[in-house]
Structures are given as structure tokens and as C-alpha cells.
Nanobody, 121 residues
């Protein structure tokens, strides 16, 4: 089993910054892609940013230039640095990872429980 635990959410004023963290633990042989998604009330879950095993990244257009995704491979942790936050960034942010538990196992998709980010004056 693999657990993803997010932290770092909270409330911030427009223009402020937050840094989200997500640590994967459990039976882990390797982690391929890791990503952050978000879901605002009444809206579908959307991809915010993703980072591959080689460090390649991609971002939603709405966050390009403001958010940065990074990984600490030795700690199985992914981060999301969020700057210049806007009220429309308000959502629950979820961590996602594609994990292989052993050399003989397939890759599975895991999700964290989410962390609330609220941007309001």
C-alpha cells in the first residue's frame, strides 16, 4: 500500500504565496509521474502541474509563470510553490502519483486526501 499525504494548504490574501508538499510512503519501488490537481466547488477536478521521473514538467495555462512543481526524489516528495495567488486558485489541491511497488508489480495510480487552499481578501 502507498499513502500520499499533502500539507501546506491554508488561507492567503491575493498576491500571496503558499508551498504545498506531498510525501509518498509505503511499499514503493519507484515513482513515475507525480502531479497536483485541484477541484473548486461545483467544478471538475483539473490538472494543475505534473512532473515526470526525469524532471520534465507541464502546467495548466492558468498557472504558468506563477506555480512551480518540483520533486525531492530521495524523499518521494513533490512540491508545488504557488506565487501571485488569485481568488480563482481557491480549491482543494490533491496530490497524485504513479507508483510501482516492486520490480515485478505493475504501476498504480494513488491520490492524497487533499488540502484546502483559500485565496481571499
Amino acid at each position: 500500500q502507498v499513502q500520499l499525504v499533502e500539507s501546506g494548504g491554508g488561507s492567503v490574501q491575493p498576491g500571496g504565496s503558499l508551498r504545498l508538499s506531498c510525501a509518498a510512503s509505503g511499499t514503493i519501488f519507484s515513482i513515475n509521474a507525480m502531479a497536483w490537481y485541484r477541484q473548486a466547488p461545483g467544478k471538475e477536478r483539473e490538472l494543475v502541474a505534473a512532473i515526470g521521473s526525469g524532471g520534465n514538467t507541464n502546467y495548466a495555462d492558468s498557472v504558468k509563470g506563477r506555480f512551480t512543481i518540483s520533486r525531492e526524489y530521495a524523499k518521494n516528495t513533490v512540491y508545488l510553490q504557488m506565487n501571485s495567488l488569485k481568488p480563482e486558485d481557491t480549491a482543494v489541491y490533491f496530490c497524485n502519483a504513479f507508483v510501482t511497488g516492486s520490480p515485478y508489480a505493475g504501476e498504480f495510480d494513488y491520490w492524497g486526501r487533499g488540502t484546502q487552499v483559500t485565496v481571499s481578501s
